[in-house]
């Protein structure tokens, strides 16, 4: 069995800030990773996902995030957050080669952007 | 708009009541996901269908049940509803169901009174 600890329920910062969401899995087998993003009202859109291959994944929005399998970790960073990043947002892993991709998703962290 | 079409948005319902949620994944996506979002459990899935067969089960209760239709629509059924039944429920699609990360639709917010 999987699991997925985001280690900060809330995350307040101001505009133009450097972020950091922390995410930490639990899997006795290879994983797939995933950042979702959740707007107020609005569905899951992802951000980005690790598959394979480089650590280090950008995605959407100027987010990036880097897989860290000696620490189980898969943080995601922005350099400078704008208002707009304001939302939800959730860390998810899979089994590789499962068969079935479910996620399981961790607890998901609010980023509060202060003007 | 992520193509993942789901309706109602809205539902209100009574305790003891069964309801419908549908969802049409995206254009040419076989697969189908149903998960559930709650302030007790969060995001948790619920089960997976693929060109019309049950493919995963998760954490879904025995009073609900899902299937896929040819057209390749999907539809979750909740009955004998309780309150703590109230969440969000999303589907999300995929190509195949061997693609890892997959497309979500804005979800149906459930709220049982």
């Known amino acids: 069995a999987q699991s997925v600890t985001q280690l900060d329920s809330q995350v307040p910062v101001f505009e133009e800030a450097p972020v950091e969401l922390r995410c930490n899995y639990s899997s006795s087998v290879s994983v797939y990773l995933f950042w979702y993003v959740q707007y107020p009202n609005q569905g899951l859109q992802l951000l980005l996902k690790?598959?394979?291959?480089?650590?280090l994944v950008k995605g959407i929005n100027g987010f990036e995030a880097e897989f860290n399998k000696s620490q189980t970790s898969f943080h995601l960073r922005k350099p400078s957050v704008h208002i707009s990043d304001t939302a939800e947002y959730f860390c998810a892993v899979s089994e590789s080669g499962a068969g079935s991709y479910q996620l399981t998703f961790g607890k998901g962290t609010k980023l509060s952007v202060i003007p | 708009d992520s193509g993942v079409t789901q309706t109602p948005k809205h539902l209100i319902t009574a305790t003891g009541q069964r309801v419908t949620l549908r969802c049409s994944p995206r254009s040419g996506d076989l697969s189908v996901y149903w998960y559930q979002q709650s302030l007790d459990q969060g995001l948790q899935f619920l089960i997976q269908y693929y060109n019309g067969e049950e493919r995963a089960k998760g954490n879904i209760l025995e009073r609900f049940s899902a299937q896929q239709f040819p057209d390749l629509h999907s539809e979750l059924n909740l009955s004998s509803l309780e309150l703590g039944d109230s969440a969000l429920y999303f589907c999300?699609?995929?190509?195949?169901?061997?693609?890892?990360?997959?497309?979500f639709g804005s979800g149906t917010r459930l709220t049982v009174v």
């Open positions: 690790y598959l394979s291959g480089s650590t």
């Open positions: 999300a699609s995929s190509v195949d169901g061997n693609s890892p990360g997959y497309t």
